[in-house]
């Protein structure tokens, strides 16, 4: 028995020797379809792309390729140059966003960037009304549903339900014009400014993310949450996506910036990694 399985260990060995090197992504699992399997991501990130939505006043994301197709050696060869301003797109803001020595975007620890994550779902009510500010209620009623309290640690999701609309910037932000003048018509849910201070008062959370372009609602003029937040080293992830995916428990987060020295922020690749 010993030989015959050495037999055609050797024969599989040769026959794999003999086909081209295999794409690895191939070779992976696919988890979602597999329906054993113990653990599923979920990418929370928009792509990067001339669509993707920025603050009114930042400059949009660029791409120019450099180089795209058969060299003169015989090789194919793609290469780009990209430009983008640090807050647009699915992006992190660093504490110093808001809050002065404090800490830029590759000082912030990795312990906040990297945890068990909890949902917190206001689309219901976000998706009725484009000034909606999510209320210390939202967060003692997922307590009272979940019968338990914001665990110290957690990576805070807030779910408003708009990243369906992205990137249509009428729908997402409430105007598509850009500039100065285009600040005071901006729309969409936040996270009001009593709701960011009973968090940072009362629970331990490491870090926050939503689904609309920023962490205040499109009426703010004072940015009250973000301060709050920021200035407690609680960073902040916004435009990210695919939060109806996520239940409200039971899962993990990682989310990691570029490492922009000295940065306010930073485009950001965040998923959740969910358990069975
Ligand atoms: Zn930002």
């Known amino acids: 028995m010993k030989s015959f399985n050495l037999t055609v260990w050797i024969f599989l060995f040769i026959l794999n020797g003999c086909k081209d090197a295999p794409n690895l992504s191939d070779e992976l699992p696919q988890p979602s379809q597999s329906g054993n399997s113990q653990e599923r991501i979920v990418d929370l990130t928009h792509e990067f792309s001339e669509e ?6 930042a400059k949009e994301f660029e791409l120019d390729i450099v180089a795209q197709g058969e060299t003169e050696k015989g090789y194919y060869y793609s290469a780009n140059n990209f430009a983008t301003a640090e807050h647009g797109g699915t992006h992190i803001d ?3 966003h808001f809050a002065e020595n404090a800490q ?3 000082e912030i620890p990795l312990e906040r960037l990297v945890g068990e994550g909890i949902k917190i779902d206001v ?4 998706l009725r009304n484009p000034d909606y500010l999510i209320t210390i209620e939202d ?3 997922w307590e009272k549903e979940q019968n338990q309290r ?3 640690g957690s990576i805070v999701l807030l779910e408003t339900g708009y990243s369906r609309y992205y990137p249509d910037k009428i729908k997402y932000l409430g105007t598509d014009r850009r500039g100065e003048q285009a600040i005071e018509l901006l729309h969409f849910p936040g996270l009001s400014p009593d709701a960011a201070t009973w968090l940072v008062e009362n629970r331990k959370i490491s870090a926050i993310g939503i689904d609309t372009p920023s962490m205040d609602y499109g009426q703010s003029q004072y940015f009250k949450s973000h301060v709050t937040l920021l200035s407690k080293n609680i960073p902040a992830f916004e435009n990210i996506m695919n939060l109806d995916k996520l239940p ?7 989310a990691l910036p570029m490492k922009i020295k000295g940065g306010s922020g930073a485009p950001l690749r965040i998923i959740a990694i969910l358990g069975d």
Not at 123 to 126: D, L, R, V, Y
Not at 248 to 254: R, S, T
């Open 52 to 57: 993707s939505v920025y603050w009114v006043t």
């Open 94 to 96: 660093a504490p110093i």
């Open 104 to 106: 830029s975007v590759d």
């Open 123 to 126: 689309s219901s009510k976000a």
């Open 139 to 141: 967060f003692t009623n």
């Open 150 to 152: 914001i665990p110290n």
């Open 248 to 254: 409200a428990i039971d899962f993990k987060v990682v």
